[in-house]
């Protein structure tokens, strides 16, 4: 496998569920990121890793949970999440972060909360 | 606040040229991104630019003016294939993406 991976591409799930979202990067790259994407919205930055560690959270709903076991790994774990919670979750990797260097993104989990 | 404008949507003929536009307005600039996504796909990185100017790239170019806030993504020889939504972003001075929403380009034959 190269570049960025992401599973499962599509998921259904109802607001009792709990779902794990996982994004596998082959790039050699020490950040990591999740992103919703909702229609004809620019993307939303919800968390940030670097070298392993949490750099950011921008408010994101405690019902996200995020999750980076290894510079190569990050998962997104999901609960009792609302209808208005669907939308297509890109997950994107870099070389540095800070520096000048370009994201690289996966595919993508088209989430559906029924 | 901190945002960026590029157009909803354009529609242009194969074989024609296109202009996309970008206005930001963020704190600091430390570079601008295109990328360019089709639909049920992962964006993929097109050009940046950090430094006022002109880049080429094949049949895309990416031209930036940082006093003016302004940049725009230009295709030549339009192919079927490009149609697809096309994303601005600015790395502002915490190096932080701002992205806009994006503008979908519709290929007509």
């Known amino acids: 496998e190269t570049g960025v991976t992401q599973t499962p591409r599509h998921l259904v799930m109802g607001m009792t569920n709990k779902k794990s979202l996982k994004c596998e990067q082959h790039l050699g790259h020490n950040a990591m990121y999740w992103y919703k994407q909702s229609a004809k919205k620019p993307l939303e930055l919800m968390f940030v890793?670097?070298?392993?560690?949490?750099?950011e959270n921008n408010s994101v709903p405690s019902r996200f949970s995020p999750e980076c076991p290894n510079s190569s790994h990050l998962f997104l774990h999901l609960h009792t999440l609302q209808p208005e919670d669907s939308a297509l979750y890109l997950c994107a990797s870099s070389q540095a972060r800070g520096g000048s260097e370009t994201q690289y993104f996966g595919p993508g989990t088209r989430l559906l909360v029924l | 606040g901190q945002n960026i404008d590029q157009p909803t949507e354009m529609t242009a003929t194969e074989g024609a040229i296109v202009q996309i536009n970008c206005t930001y307005q963020?704190?600091?600039?430390?570079?601008l991104f295109w990328y360019q996504q089709h639909a049920g796909e992962a964006p993929t990185f097109l050009s940046y630019n950090v430094l006022d100017g002109l880049e080429e790239k094949g049949r895309f170019s990416s031209f930036l003016s940082r006093s003016k806030g302004y940049s725009y993504l230009l295709l030549k020889e339009l192919q079927m294939k490009d149609s697809a939504s096309y994303l601005c972003?600015?790395?502002?001075?915490?190096?932080?993406?701002?992205w806009g929403a994006g503008t979908k380009l519709i290929i007509k034959p």
């Open positions: 972003a600015v790395r502002d001075s915490n190096y932080q993406l701002i």
């Open positions: 890793y670097s070298l392993e560690e949490r750099v």
């Open positions: 963020t704190s600091g600039f430390n570079g």
